[in-house]
Every structure is written in C-alpha cells, then in structure tokens.
C-alpha cells in the first residue's frame, strides 16, 4: 500500500483567490489522480497526472481552472484557480496499487467564502 | 462505458443488527469491483475488492461482499453492525480488461444507532 499525505488539510479561501494543494507519496508512482468529492455527492476524477507530461483532464475539467503539476514520480499539486463558491468541496489526491486498488490521501477539504 | 448505482443515500441500522448496503454496477466487460470507506473528516479507505477468483470476498473489518454477475450485484454486507461503523460507504467498479479510471457510486451513509 502506499501512504499519501495531502496538504493543507482544511482551507477557508475568499472567492477570486488560488489555491494549491499539495500531494506526497510514499513511494515512486507513474500516474498520480486528483479527485472532486462536492458536498453530498461522490468522487469524480478530475484529471491524470503523470510525470514529464502534461496532465490528462475529464471532462468538464479545463487546465486554466486546475493546474496541475507533477515535478518527481513522488509529489504533484492541484491549483483551484479564481475561486468561487462552487468549488467548495473535498479535494483527493490518489494513486494505483499494485493490485488495481487506489490508495486515497486525507483529502483538503476547501470552503470558498 | 461503466456506472454504479447505490440504492439508498442513507441507511439505519441498530447496533448489532445486520449491515446490507446494496451496489450494482454495468460494464461492457469483466470488472473490478471495489468497497471504500470514508470516515468524517477522512480520506477513502479499502474495505475489499473482487478482481477474479472466489466470488465471495472478505475484507477489514468483518465486512465481505459477494459478485453475483446474474445479477450485476456486489453487495456489502456485515453480519453484526457496531457504533464505529458508521461512515460513508462507496462501491467503485474499473473495467477488468485493461487500463480505465475508477467510476464511484454516490454513497451510502452508514446510521447506527445504539
């Protein structure tokens, strides 16, 4: 299994302003995940991060409003850009095991005021 | 393409009674099944997961699941609920047959009550 740490855990941002949340793995991975979880709702996946490329967006997820970047096989942030109140959700970082399963972070739970 | 349905956002139970959380799925192919839990304030969690093999699988905490594939069903179940039970649940498939993203259901949150 892997051990993902996310940073911040929590944030209270005013809307207009950024965000990046950070994503630490415990191990070398090859595709990292970034995952929307809105109140009362599931996950959706908001796009692929593999390192040396640029990031793989779902749609109704544009790169201008969710940067992503993924430095080393190990660490990747997800900006929230010009935000407002609808981006108030729970922000997951995740990552394959070996056996098909992901692995989630603590998630960055973010109140857009 | 795959989707999973969850029926029921919340269900009760009492402490010691039975837990069923009900997941079925569609896919194109053979899946990969998976149950997560969330506890408040927390990331996902692997309960346990179906990829091939024995159709009944266990997982952490005493709970298990079993693939019915007549039925496009993998339910949760756990046979004495305890107060620590209570959390969000979420049933996930992948497409088995190569490389494709987790689709999740929308979850069931788990009410028990002493």
């Known amino acids: 299994s892997a051990v993902i740490s996310q940073k911040p855990s929590r944030d209270i941002c005013q809307r207009g302003t950024s965000l990046t949340i950070q994503c630490q793995v415990d191990s070398q991975v090859t595709m990292m995940f970034w995952y929307r979880q809105q109140p009362g709702q599931s996950l959706t996946l908001i796009a692929t991060a593999n390192q040396g490329s640029e990031a793989t967006y779902e749609s109704g997820f544009v790169i201008d409003k969710f940067p992503i970047s993924r430095p080393n096989l190990t660490f990747s942030t997800l900006t929230v850009s010009n935000m407002s109140p609808e981006d108030s959700s729970i922000y997951l970082c995740?990552?394959?095991?070996?056996?098909?399963?992901?692995?989630f972070g603590q998630g960055t739970r973010l109140t857009v005021v | 393409a795959q989707s999973v349905t969850q029926l029921g956002s919340h269900v009760s139970v009492s402490e010691g009674a039975l837990v069923l959380l009900r997941c079925n799925y569609s896919?194109?192919?053979?899946?990969?099944l998976f149950w997560y839990v969330q506890y408040p304030n927390q990331g996902l969690q692997l309960l346990l997961k179906?990829?091939?093999?024995?159709?009944l699988v266990k997982g952490i905490n005493g709970f298990e699941a079993e693939f019915k594939k007549s039925e496009t069903s993998f339910h949760l179940t756990k046979p004495s609920a305890h107060m620590s039970d209570a959390a969000e649940y979420f049933c996930a498939v992948r497409d088995g047959s190569g490389y494709s993203t987790l689709t999740f259901g929308k979850g069931t949150m788990l009410l028990v009550s002493p």
């Open positions: 896919s194109s192919v053979p899946p990969y």
């Open positions: 179906y990829t091939t093999g024995a159709t």
């Open positions: 995740s990552v394959e095991g070996g056996n098909t399963e992901a692995f």
